[in-house]
């Protein structure tokens, strides 16, 4: 059983309210979960350390990773081995230190979180990258990280540039499988010195895409995971056996990557799919009896929409399923308790930014429809009103704009002063850009985004980047993309086009134009032509006027004019 906060021994101020954690006084949220036991900042501690610290407490004969496909499993009792063997094997026969940078474009294995931590151990930097990217993302996120290494496999390496100063390792090939079982048994021999690793290093960059349409590179740091992974600790519900979960999202995103190394410390079991299957996906929930399915929103639209396909499989071991990327309809979540009656959906709220969920439902709290959760321990919020010169905190059942300060909230952007200061301020508030609110009893709830970005499904597309490939067509004079309800993906982009005078361009060139020379997931879906796009007086794009003209058409042809 979970503990809280108690209204009736409330350790907080009398200004704090113990049923919102409101505090009246300075317009701030705090967290009702208990706090987390975090280390001394000034200790020096790599994640890696901190997670073989929680996992001596979490002794188990069960298996660490599992391959979903092939049934192939590293045990508890052998991960810390192949953690150090790996390690040692990369710092020795390639010679990475401290400091450097390792790009890893790979699908979900059991290998990659034992990468992870290998690299997190003596303090290289892992930087992983969607592999479903195309050639030029990657050189662009290889430029504004600036790796060493590259660590991929067989059939993604042509992706990658060719000037990195060391050589790609390739994920499937014997000489890696070798180094993770080098030393074999002879665990004396892998006592060596790295140099000291500070929670305050960085750990880890992720990608994140801002509305001008360049890559971001988010750092986060040591103290950062541990802290995520800390306040999950502290309010994790008491098992008789640990969890068994499936991890459907890609170990690329803040999502997965959090995943593969978050619960194993505690003793779970996590299997990895290397891509999303519907089927195979309850196949193995049936065959390895996971506990928890950890999915984007189009996957539980799926569940609830393939009653007949559901109905081949026992998925009685089925307890929670693991919500986030996306926002999840209502309706959605109301027809899988129907189907599902026994399993809780949690929801979470997070970005890239925040190391994942700032906030998070829990099972017992999972009923009350609509919310994303209560703030994680040791964070705090405040709602602001985006149109206000100040940055004072609104009472609970405002809506305004979400800002989020604690432990887990991310270094910065990688060079990028700029984007960097105008989303943390001085104090340490990271700016979301989201519209929420509070209820009474310290629930978020999302309401919409400031932000232009388009999710979707648990991804961001920034309409910049696409309105820049538009507008580089000889035939397009002008172009604007938005956001397309979609009950599967959630938004789907689509665009506005102005033709060049005596053009006769169509929707499905223009369509083909774009998914050449972008990632799968940011394809235009639709193309609707007209005469002018609407902006402001400085020449902004007044996007929600595209929106509303969307909804407003009654025309069914994506090529009429509006």
Not at 400 to 413: D, F, H, N
């Amino acid at each position: 059983m979970v503990k809280e906060n108690p209204e009736n021994s409330s350790p907080f101020s009398p200004s704090i309210d113990p049923r919102s954690g409101f505090c009246s006084k300075t317009q701030i949220f705090h967290s009702l979960r208990l706090s987390a036991s975090l280390p001394p900042e000034t200790t020096p501690l790599s994640f890696t350390s901190y997670f073989f610290s929680l996992l001596r407490h979490h002794p188990t004969t069960t298996a660490a990773f599992i391959d979903g496909a092939t049934r192939h499993r590293i045990l508890h009792s052998e991960l810390q081995l192949r953690v150090k063997s790996l390690a040692f094997c990369i710092h020795q026969e390639i010679g990475l230190s401290k400091g450097d940078c390792a790009f890893v474009l790979a699908p979900n294995s059991p290998e990659i979180p034992v990468l992870f931590l290998s690299l997190f151990s003596f303090g290289v930097i892992v930087c992983p990258s969607n592999p479903a990217n195309s050639v030029l993302e990657i050189s662009e996120q290889v430029n504004l990280s600036k790796p060493l290494i590259a660590f991929t496999t067989h059939d993604l390496a042509q992706k990658l540039p060719s000037f990195l100063r060391h050589r790609t390792v390739l994920l499937d090939s014997p000489e890696f499988i070798s180094w993770m079982l080098k030393n074999g048994n002879d665990c004396n021999s892998l006592d060596f010195q790295f140099s000291e690793i500070y929670q305050s290093d960085t750990a880890a960059i992720l990608f994140s895409s801002g509305t001008t349409g360049r890559f971001k590179g988010v750092e986060l740091t040591h103290k950062n995971f541990i802290s995520a992974v800390a306040g999950s600790n502290a309010a994790r519900p008491a098992r008789q056996k640990p969890p068994v979960i499936l991890c459907t999202v890609p170990f690329f995103h803040i999502y997965g990557f959090l995943m593969s190394i978050r619960d194993v410390a505690f003793g779970a079991t996590m299997i990895s799919m290397k891509k999303f299957d519907f089927r195979l996906m309850m196949r193995i929930v049936e065959e390895i009896k996971a506990t928890h399915l950890a999915l984007a929103p189009p996957a539980v639209v799926l569940m609830v929409n393939n009653a007949d396909l559901m109905s081949e499989f026992d998925l009685s071991s089925l307890e929670v399923v693991l919500c986030a990327g996306a926002p999840l309809a209502n309706a959605v979540i109301e027809r899988f308790r129907r189907r599902f009656p026994n399993a809780a959906v949690a929801q979470a709220y997070g970005l890239t930014e925040t190391t994942g969920g700032a906030t998070r439902t829990l099972p017992g709290e999972s009923q009350r429809l609509g919310t994303v959760g209560r703030l994680v321990s040791d964070c705090q919020a405040k709602i602001v009103d985006p149109d206000s010169d100040n940055d004072k905190g609104l009472t609970p059942l405002r809506p305004g704009e979400l800002w989020i300060r604690g432990p887990s909230v991310m270094k910065g952007y990688l060079a990028d002063k700029e984007a960097t200061d105008a989303t943390l301020n001085q104090d340490g508030w990271l700016r979301t850009g989201d519209i929420c609110y509070f209820d009474n009893e310290g629930f978020l709830f999302y309401v919409d985004r400031i932000k232009e970005l388009i999710k979707y499904k648990a991804y961001q597309i920034a309409p910049a980047e696409l309105e820049h490939l538009l507008l580089s067509h000889p035939d397009i004079t002008n172009a604007a993309v938005i956001p397309y309800p979609d009950e599967e993906a959630g938004e789907v982009p689509v665009a506005f086009v102005v033709r060049k005078s005596g053009s006769s361009i169509d929707e499905e060139s223009i369509i083909q134009f774009i998914a050449r020379q972008v990632s799968p997931y940011k394809k235009i879906r639709k193309v609707f032509f007209i005469n002018s796009i609407p902006t402001n007086a400085p020449g902004k794009v007044l996007r929600k006027e595209l929106i509303n003209l969307v909804r407003s058409s009654s025309s069914s042809s994506s090529s009429s004019k509006l």
